[in-house]
């Protein structure tokens, strides 16, 4: 049972939670700020990726803008399909991205899988974003969201700027990146784990319902509802496709 209480009553501690929902929302425009202000690493080595009109280097994944986003997404060379949780966010991505686009941001997904599984799976998913493979470049090595054969025997990983335990040969993230006039890349940002989580627009609807996000069940996650869009109809648990443990936080 929850509090039921007068117009008047309801209204006073409404107003006193407004405070703390100003202060942080200034707390997170400071914060955003200050990631804005992060230096830059300037990236030197060569990037190759698979894409439908053939070999493609990260410059080219920027088109005609400066600016460029990358979903690490989930999507191992030995998986059958995309991540739940990584097709959750990219259920985000067009209607942010018809925006974005006209705002100097370029999008980009990049999976360590094979292209054909990737256009496989993007036409049953219906997205058309850029999507390419890295399963013959160090990319996603390099940027700590894909593990080797020696990780999992060893047991442990480097990821979200920490050691982690082993739970999964591929993990998520998103990386930033800005190209110069002269056409040089820089690495501004990258968040790993729950940090892409103010990327998925269906959290902040939960995040104001009386439930909220719900995730009450074996998983605490999103697994314990969120499917494939088009498996809602589906019984039956969603996992992420390499491992019934919850990605590290």
Same mark, same amino acid.
């Given at each position: ?20 929902? *100003? ?5 997170? %425009? ?5 990631? !804005? ?26 088109? !005609?803008?400066?600016?460029?986003? $990358?979903?690490? +997404? ?5 998986? @059958? ?12 991505? @067009? ?8 705002? %100097?941001?370029?999008?980009? =997904? ?5 292209? =054909? ?21 160090? +990319?996603?090595?390099? +940027?700590?969201?894909?593990?080797? @054969?020696?990780?999992?025997? !060893?047991? /442990? ?9 082993? $739970? ?10 800005? *190209? ?5 890349? +820089? ?5 790993? =784990? !729950?940090? /892409? ?9 939960? /995040? ?40 590290? =936080?």
């Amino acid at each position: 049972m929850h509090d039921v209480v007068s117009r008047e009553e309801w209204l006073a501690r409404r107003k006193a939670h407004l405070v703390k929902e *100003k202060e942080l929302t200034r707390a997170q %425009d400071a914060l955003a700020a200050e990631r !804005r202000a992060l230096p830059w690493v300037r990236i030197e080595k060569v990037y190759r990726f698979e894409a439908p009109q053939g070999p493609v280097g990260l410059t080219e994944l920027f088109g !005609r803008h400066s600016q460029l986003v $990358v979903q690490h +997404f989930m999507f191992g060379p030995d998986w @059958e399909e995309g991540c739940v949780g990584c097709s959750f966010m990219a259920d985000h991505v @067009e209607p942010a991205f018809r925006h974005l686009d006209h705002h %100097d941001v370029a999008f980009a =997904a990049v999976s360590r899988t094979p292209l =054909a599984k990737i256009e496989a799976f993007r036409r049953r998913m219906g997205w058309t974003f850029r999507w390419v493979s890295s399963l013959d470049s160090d +990319f996603n090595f390099d +940027f700590d969201v894909s593990f080797t @054969e020696d990780d999992r025997q !060893r047991g /442990d990983v480097y990821y979200n700027y920490a050691p982690q335990p082993y $739970v999964c040969d591929e993990l998520p993230g998103v990386s930033v990146f800005y *190209k110069d006039a002269e056409g040089q890349v +820089f690495h501004t940002y990258s968040t790993f =784990a !729950r940090g /892409d989580e103010r990327l998925v627009g269906a959290y902040n609807f939960l /995040d104001l319902t009386p439930f909220g996000r719900n995730e009450n069940g074996p998983n605490g996650d999103l697994r314990d509802w969120v499917r494939h869009h088009d498996r809602y109809e589906t019984a039956g648990r969603s996992a992420c496709a390499c491992h019934p443990e919850p990605v590290p =936080a």
